[in-house]
């Protein structure tokens, strides 16, 4: 069964149970480094006082639910192919 990225490393997570998450974990099909971005609360956006404000930048909270891998960088056409066949 061939599997995306995305989902390779939501299994790895799961598979590390209740051990501590590491920060980074790398992709072995296509070298991809992947970050751990942990739940929490921000503040997305920016204040109207801020050099360069646009209208459509209304700082507001966002919540994540629960931790996640996102990439570290932009997934080049070779990482794509390598994963996706």
Do not use: N
């Amino acid at each position: 069964m061939r599997r995306s990225w995305c989902e390779i490393a939501v299994l790895t997570a799961l598979l590390l149970g209740c051990r501590p998450a590491p920060a980074r974990v790398i992709e072995p099909r296509s070298g991809m480094e992947l970050m751990l971005v942990r739940a929490g609360t921000f503040t997305m956006g920016s204040p109207a006082t801020e050099t360069g404000h646009r209208a459509d930048e209304v700082a507001h909270r966002v919540t994540i639910s629960r931790d996640f891998y996102l990439g570290r960088d932009e997934v080049t056409q070779r990482q794509w192919q390598k994963v996706m066949g």
